[in-house]
Structure formats: structure tokens, C-alpha cells
T-cell receptor, first 114, second 113 residues
Framework: GAVVSQHPSRVICKSGTSVKIECRSLDFQATTMFWYRQFPKQSLMLMATSNEGSKATYEQGVEKDKFLINHASLTLSTLTVTSAHPEDSSFYIC??????????FGSGTRLTVV | GESVGLHLPTLSVQEGDNSIINCAYSNSASDYFIWYKQESGKGPQFIIDIRSNMDKRQGQRVTVLLNKTVKHLSLQIAATQPGDSAVYFCAERRNQAGTALIFGKGTTLSVSS
């Protein structure tokens, strides 16, 4: 089946620094990638949608200059949290969709900003 | 904006019982629905899906029912086991392939032995 690898699984960073999260589709071409954020005991909230080779489309209230999304290839998308602050601490999850239309989720990244 | 919601935040059952988890959605144009299971610290795990042109779909120990008239989705788990303990989310896709899934609030299922 389709597999999406997300790294790192956990990261701790200092306030003011940037963190990059990678999402790779291992056995299919991900024409579209989705990034979600999940706070404790809450649901997954869509942050942005990115199509390969295009700029990401961000959901209302998500700062595009703070959450930089790159989807330069059909197998890799990255989310960079710039100038991270403690309120950015969350669980970030990517999802990839190929031409078959299904959705495959990564295992998530627990970001803690100290 | 429109969103998918859930009726009950928590559900506690005994091992062997049948569980029913409910979901209400508001977007009448949604054409595809998925139930996910999420364990602590992990990504969502696909359970079962259903398209809007169906009203019932069965899998192994799970059944999804879709009532488009009242915009209601349910997940039935037969003979619930302790390993079924997790948070369950329903998600909807708005009217075309390639668009993002929108998730409901989640129901925590707790199964006791």
C-alpha cells in the first residue's frame, strides 16, 4: 500500500529558531500534499494544500510567512516553521494524495518550542 | 465555516459490546467520507470509507452508515476489543478529488475488559 514517511517524529527547538519537517511519499507520486496541525485533545486542522510545483494554498488564519511549505517534487514536501514560538508547539501531520485520489497520512511530528 | 462535527466526545464500552460512533456533517456537497482511528502520538489510520452514492458499507467488524437526508454518518464496531481504544474521527471531502479532507472533532472510545 501507499506509504508516507514523515520526519522527524519529535523535535525540540529554542524559541526564535526554525524547524523543517519532511514528508515523503515512498511508493507513489504525491500530486497534492496537505499539512495539518493538531493541538492536544483536538481535531486535525488543515493548514495548507500544496500541489507539486505550485505555491501552497493556505487556510484562513494560517500565516504563510511563518509556515513555509515547499513541494518541489512529486515525492517530497517540507513544512518549515520559522521563528518558532511556544504557541507553535503542536503535532504536525502531512497527508499525500496521488492520482488515484486516496489519502495517505504521515506518522506526525511532535514539535515542542522551549 | 462549514465543518464536520461529532455528537459525543467520549464513549466507554465493555469488551465484546458493539460500539456506535456518530458524526454530523454540514456540507451537502461532500461526496466522500472516511473514518479514521488515531492512537496517541500517531497519525490517523484509515478504517473505512464511503462515497455519497452509497448508504452503507461493511468491512471487517466495522460498518459505516451514511444518511444524506439528515447529513449523518456513523461507525459501528462489532465485538469491540481493548485494541480498539483510540480517538475516532470522521472526515469529509468536499465535492472533488484532490481536495483536502476536513476532520470532525473526534470521539474517544474507551474499551474496558
Amino acid at each position: 500500500g501507499a506509504v508516507v514517511s514523515q520526519h522527524p517524529s519529535r523535535v525540540i527547538c529554542k524559541s526564535g529558531t526554525s524547524v523543517k519537517i519532511e514528508c515523503r511519499s515512498l511508493d507513489f507520486q504525491a500530486t497534492t500534499m496537505f499539512w495539518y496541525r493538531q493541538f492536544p485533545k483536538q481535531s486535525l486542522m488543515l493548514m495548507a494544500t500544496s500541489n507539486e510545483g505550485s505555491k501552497a494554498t493556505y487556510e484562513q488564519g494560517v500565516e504563510k510567512d511563518k509556515f513555509l511549505i515547499n513541494h518541489a517534487s512529486l515525492t517530497l514536501s517540507t513544512l518549515t516553521v520559522t521563528s518558532a514560538h511556544p504557541e507553535d508547539s503542536s503535532f504536525y501531520i502531512c497527508s499525500a494524495s496521488g492520482q488515484g485520489g486516496g489519502y495517505t497520512f504521515g506518522s506526525g511530528t511532535r514539535l515542542t518550542v522551549v | 465555516g462549514e465543518s464536520v462535527g461529532l455528537h459525543l466526545p467520549t464513549l466507554s464500552v465493555q469488551e465484546g459490546d458493539n460500539s456506535i460512533i456518530n458524526c454530523a456533517y454540514s456540507n451537502s456537497a461532500s461526496d466522500y467520507f472516511i473514518w479514521y482511528k488515531q492512537e496517541s502520538g500517531k497519525g490517523p489510520q484509515f478504517i473505512i470509507d464511503i462515497r455519497s452514492n452509497m448508504d452503507k458499507r461493511q468491512g471487517q467488524r466495522v460498518t459505516v452508515l451514511l444518511n444524506k437526508t439528515v447529513k449523518h454518518l456513523s461507525l459501528q464496531i462489532a465485538a469491540t476489543q481493548p485494541g480498539d481504544s483510540a480517538v475516532y474521527f470522521c472526515a469529509e471531502r468536499r465535492n472533488q478529488a484532490g481536495t483536502a479532507l476536513i476532520f470532525g472533532k473526534g470521539t474517544t472510545l474507551s474499551v474496558s475488559s
